[in-house]
């Protein structure tokens, strides 16, 4: 799961007056189902971050409302007071992504966003997945494979297992699978060798220390190229402490489930993983369960949504100059539909 941010783009990460990648595509796309549902209009930002998406989409559009979705509750709290201007028009919750269902159902505020959204549903909604530049901003979070930190990588530090955990107590096995395909690793048994062998001097507690067994393990001709020898197993360990493939897979049907009809839902992934777990979800939910060959739809097999972008957008190359953080991203949106058997006299 590429990071947002390339090696280059890190120090300008540090600055959170960063664009948010492919902001004024991802507000047109959702921008027909805002306008059609008026006042009621209401967008989930499952992946909150910094907040820039929201504060588009709150300036953008001078009715909608937002509900903000993080499970890192300081990215939470600094993306809310960032926002805070457009006063109840914006609502934060703290929860991994694939929980704003439950969110929705029970949650309450003084605006009554959350009730809006139980009676009429929701008019789009963004995942931006990834780690976001608020989390590689905090060194202390472990993310960052150039400095020196605790290997915590947990997008939420109060729950779950840490980065070093995994290193500590994860089979030769398992670390060689996650290595290979969370990261892509050629060399992912060989480091997994390594890591056994250092962890029983002495367990893995800092970054400096992996990157470190990292250029000792991957050979130098390699090194040579593709990036930063960390870059693999560092995003690798991430999106096993995190779970990330588990919530892309469990979010789709809950937030598709939770669109109004006309509403929207947005896709930005920078992998291939996050990018194919959402195009074989996208082709199911727009593929007709009628058995081949019959002239027209069994009733109740029709499909309830349809694609908005053709197969997975990408970023121009004038998007891409002004915002290297663009490069890889993958974009897919999918518009719900009417149920025919309601319209069926």
């Known amino acids: ?94 929860v991994r992504f694939d929980d704003i269902g439950d969110a929705i159902a029970q949650g309450e505020d003084a605006d009554g966003i959350f009730d809006s959204a139980r009676n009429h549903g929701i008019a789009g909604a963004l995942f931006d997945l990834g780690v976001s530049s608020m989390q590689l ?46 990261g892509d690793e050629r060399f992912a048994g060989k480091i997994a060798s390594a890591v056994l ?30 990036g930063h020898p960390a870059k693999r197993t560092f995003q690798a360990l991430r999106v096993e402490v995190n779970k990330e493939l588990e919530a892309i897979e469990n979010v789709i049907p809950v937030i598709t489930q939770s669109l109004a009809v006309g509403g929207r839902v947005v896709f930005m992934s920078y992998q291939s993983l996050e990018d194919r777990i959402v195009k074989l979800a996208f082709n ?5 369960t009628t058995p081949p060959g019959l002239p027209m739809d069994l009733p109740g097999t029709a499909p309830r949504f349809a694609t908005v972008t053709r197969g997975a957008e990408k970023a121009t190359e004038a998007e891409i100059e002004e915002n290297q953080r663009a490069a890889p991203v993958r974009v897919r949106a999918l518009e719900k539909l009417p149920d025919p058997e309601e319209n069926r006299s």
């Not at 947990?154 to 297992?161: A, E, F, H, L, V």
């Not at 393990?217 to 040579?224: L, Q, S, V």
């Not at 199911?284 to 007709?288: A, G, P």
Request: glycine share 8%; aromatic share 6%.
């Open 1 to 94: 799961m590429t990071d947002h941010l390339s090696d280059m783009d890190f120090d300008i990460a540090r600055n959170h007056g960063h664009v948010p990648v492919l902001r004024d595509r991802v507000t047109e796309l959702l921008a027909p189902a805002v306008e059609a549902m008026g006042d009621n209009a209401i967008l989930v930002d499952g992946t909150l971050g910094a907040g820039g998406h929201s504060e588009h989409f709150l300036r953008t559009f001078p009715q909608v409302k937002v509900i903000g979705v993080d499970r890192d509750a300081a990215s939470l709290g600094q993306a809310s007071e960032r926002l805070a201007p457009f006063g109840s028009r914006f609502v934060g919750v703290q």
């Open 137 to 182: 901003d905090q060194p202390e979070r472990g993310f960052a494979y150039r400095i020196d930190a605790p290997l915590d990588m947990r997008m939420d530090p109060t729950q779950g297992i840490t980065a070093a955990e995994v290193l500590n107590t994860y089979s030769h096995g398992d670390l060689a699978r996650i290595l290979k395909n969370y």
């Open 197 to 226: 062998k250092e962890r029983e001097k002495e367990p893995f507690s800092s970054s400096g220390r992996l990157v470190e067994l990292l250029y000792a393990t991957i050979p130098a001709a390699t090194r040579r190229t593709g």
């Open 284 to 288: 199911e939910l727009t593929t007709s």
